[in-house]
């Protein structure tokens, strides 16, 4: 879309393109991609189930189960057949998704908003807190990071709650140093200078100023982190050192199926699957996110 | 170069003690008694009393935490508080099956890695391209627990190609040399013990290389499809340099150095995949130690494995920083 403007001597009209918002822009960019179309459809798909999930599921996903009817096959009563217990897989899997979601969203919200703070008060200020906060990262990087979040849980105990502070707590480092480079990169810009000439105080200008000019990259590294939260955190589960039964945690019912997948294979096909799902969903996104927030391969 | 090895090392010792520091502060101060953890939840006051006194856990923190940094100083990690071995040896005598789980991953998911991300680039947009780069998709969206497992049902209870778990079959341990069964089975010229040590690696190593592989194949087809973009390579296919050898010789060999970069940083989040590699698989390595010692709230063993890996993997980074020299003489260490 276009306008004819006039310069300031009235003499020629030059064509420019009306502004449109990054945002916008981003998000048409991310329209023409099929894969993370494709990505966000699942994760659209998954935000239903969790959100309606308990509407949707044709029987009790906790309790609903009877011996008589433990490790059937698909068929048509259970589509998806029965756990150990007799429960329903296709509802087990269906609660499943509003766990994952939560987990891989409150995991990555936690260690995003630590990481930025350590980050943006790391990168702002420089010198002797930019050093002691990062070698403070350093130490936490020292360790693989599923190592560690096996070590929190085994000293604070298993639950959700827990699996999500141990997944936060050993993301945020990662979280940090992005935001430091971000912020590095920005804090000498002029309108940071000059927000800083009227007399902001740090603060607001880290808040309103920095942050919302580094947000791309936090964003694409956030929704990756997600997929790699809800990896870690079915990794506990299965380990038995994540959420509990009988919790309806797809990692926690690929563990327990384990033990029967010699002669019920379904126990463990079908939560890996709906793993497998919805982490490449979010992959799929977080790369379209990605190509269409890169400077580097916009066209035209 | 020398200056900047020693620098590294110097830096590694503040790096080992807030590691250190971290570990003993999270398992002294959120761990349940580890003398009620030995005794039951039934034992007497006075017999719990004189257990923490044995044990050393009734003197206060700052001095078991000196203790604790004096003998790891030693090589003593601490001891089992069931077993009663030290953590060190049982560590050792598990470590080479880790490396060798670790390594043959790392070689897998290179090799395959990238080969499949050179074809991606080369052959760009067209259905080797695609299956690729969903294989690389898949790669890095299945839980390798998952697909240890379904590797178990198909190639192992289905097929019967592989057997389902442990290192090598009972009685064919070769003479020990490094640890390494496979590599000690060709010294020794154990061809049986070679055969059975392959076997039971390929699929556990497989499932541990799958996401490295995946990680490896992307970054090597974003890196070729830059380098076949440049002008270098333009010069050597206008020259009539034979195309096989300026995708060799003049992209790839151009596109290495991030490529290593990734494979490094792959070798240590190996180290984490193993303990579930392990688990999965009956591996008998240090993750699958871990993991036992978690469940049994066997907290020393606990500290010492997880002090002892972050070690390891500090050092591997550190060697992978070094290699960069070797391939890029640009990178200049000051």
């Known amino acids: 879309?276009?306008?004819?403007?006039?310069?300031?001597?009235?003499?020629?009209?030059?064509?420019?393109?009306?502004?449109?918002?990054?945002?916008?822009?981003?998000?048409?960019?991310?329209?023409?991609?099929?894969?993370?179309?494709?990505?966000?459809?699942?994760?659209?798909?998954?935000?239903?189930?969790?959100?309606?999930?308990?509407?949707?599921?044709?029987?009790?996903?906790?309790?609903?189960?009877?011996?008589?009817?433990?490790?059937?096959?698909?068929?048509?009563?259970?589509?998806?057949?029965?756990?150990?217990?007799?429960?329903?897989?296709?509802?087990?899997?269906?609660?499943?998704?509003?766990?994952?979601?939560?987990?891989?969203?409150?995991?990555?919200?936690?260690?995003?908003?630590?990481?930025?703070?350590?980050?943006?008060?790391?990168?702002?200020?420089?010198?002797?807190?930019?050093?002691?906060?990062?070698?403070?990262?350093?130490?936490?990087?020292?360790?693989?990071?599923?190592?560690?979040a096996i070590a929190f849980m085994s000293v604070l105990g298993r639950g959700i709650e827990n699996a999500i502070i141990a997944i936060s707590i050993v993301t945020i480092p990662q979280y940090a140093r992005i935001v430091r480079g971000s912020v590095l990169s920005v804090k000498e810009n002029e309108y940071v200078q000059a927000a800083r000439a009227i007399g902001n105080p740090d603060w607001r200008i880290i808040l309103y100023h920095v942050i919302p000019n580094i947000l791309p990259p936090i964003i694409v590294r956030a929704t990756l982190g997600i997929s790699i939260a809800i990896l870690d955190t079915s990794a506990l589960g299965f380990l038995g050192l994540g959420v509990q039964p009988p919790t309806a945690e797809w990692g926690t019912m690929l563990g327990a199926g384990r033990a029967y997948f010699f002669n019920a294979n379904h126990l463990v096909l079908f939560p890996g699957l709906a793993i497998t799902f919805t982490v490449m969903a979010f992959n799929l996104l977080g790369d379209g996110l990605r190509d269409a927030l890169d400077p580097r391969i916009r066209k035209g | 170069m020398g200056k900047y090895i020693l620098r590294r090392l110097l830096y590694l010792i503040p790096v080992v003690f807030g590691v250190s520091v971290l570990v003993f502060t999270v398992m002294h101060l959120f761990t349940s008694d580890p003398a009620l953890t030995i005794l039951g939840q039934h034992a007497t006051d006075a017999d719990a009393a004189a257990l923490r006194e044995e044990l050393g856990f009734n003197l206060p923190l700052v001095q078991q935490y000196w203790n604790f940094l004096t003998g790891m100083l030693h090589g003593n990690f601490g001891t089992s508080l069931f077993t009663h071995t030290p953590v060190f040896t049982e560590v050792m005598s598990r470590f080479p099956a880790t490396i060798e789980l670790a390594l043959f991953a790392i070689i897998f998911a290179s090799v395959v890695g990238v080969t499949l991300g050179v074809i991606s680039a080369v052959r760009r947009n067209t259905i080797f391209d695609y299956a690729s780069m969903t294989i690389s998709l898949m790669g890095v969206s299945m839980p390798i627990f998952w697909l240890g497992l379904i590797m178990i049902v198909v190639f192992s209870l289905k097929l019967g190609w592989f057997p389902v778990s442990g290192r090598i079959q009972m009685g064919y341990d070769p003479a020990h040399v490094t640890g390494l069964y496979i590599l000690d089975s060709i010294l020794t010229g154990?061809?049986?013990?070679?055969?059975?040590?392959?076997?039971?690696?390929?699929?556990?190593?497989?499932?541990?290389?799958?996401?490295?592989?995946?990680?490896?194949?992307?970054?090597?087809?974003?890196?070729?499809?830059?380098?076949?973009?440049?002008?270098?390579?333009?010069?050597?296919?206008?020259?009539?340099?034979?195309?096989?050898?300026?995708?060799?010789?003049?992209?790839?060999?151009?596109?290495?150095?991030?490529?290593?970069?990734?494979?490094?940083?792959q070798m240590g989040g190996l180290l984490g995949g193993a303990v579930l590699t392990e688990t999965v698989f009956s591996w008998p390595g240090v993750g699958s130690y871990t993991v036992e010692s978690i469940l049994k709230s066997d907290y020393p063993v606990v500290q010492g494995t997880v002090m002892m890996m972050s070690i390891i993997f500090v050092l591997v980074n550190l060697g992978v920083d070094l290699i960069y020299s070797v391939l890029d003489p640009r990178i200049k260490y000051s």
């Open chain 1, 1 to 148: 879309m276009t306008e004819e403007v006039k310069n300031e001597s009235n003499e020629e009209i030059v064509p420019v393109e009306q502004g449109v918002s990054p945002w916008r822009d981003m998000w048409d960019r991310l329209k023409q991609n099929k894969a993370a179309m494709f990505g966000l459809a699942i994760v659209g798909l998954l935000v239903f189930f969790a959100l309606f999930g308990k509407y949707l599921t044709p029987y009790d996903p906790l309790y609903g189960g009877s011996l008589k009817e433990s490790l059937q096959g698909p068929s048509r009563a259970h589509w998806l057949g029965t756990d150990e217990q007799g429960r329903d897989m296709l509802s087990r899997i269906i609660a499943g998704a509003a766990i994952s979601l939560r987990v891989g969203l409150s995991a990555v919200g936690i260690a995003l908003s630590c990481g930025m703070l350590i980050g943006a008060v790391a990168g702002y200020y420089g010198g002797k807190i930019d050093m002691i906060l990062m070698r403070l990262m350093d130490i936490m990087l020292a360790f693989p990071s599923l190592l560690l």
């Open chain 2, 190 to 265: 154990n061809t049986a013990a070679f055969k059975s040590a392959v076997e039971h690696i390929i699929l556990p190593g497989t499932a541990l290389a799958m996401y490295s592989m995946a990680i490896i194949a992307r970054m090597t087809r974003s890196t070729m499809l830059e380098t076949l973009g440049q002008d270098y390579i333009r010069t050597a296919r206008a020259k009539g340099i034979e195309e096989r050898l300026v995708i060799v010789r003049h992209a790839l060999r151009n596109a290495m150095i991030p490529i290593v970069t990734v494979i490094g940083l």
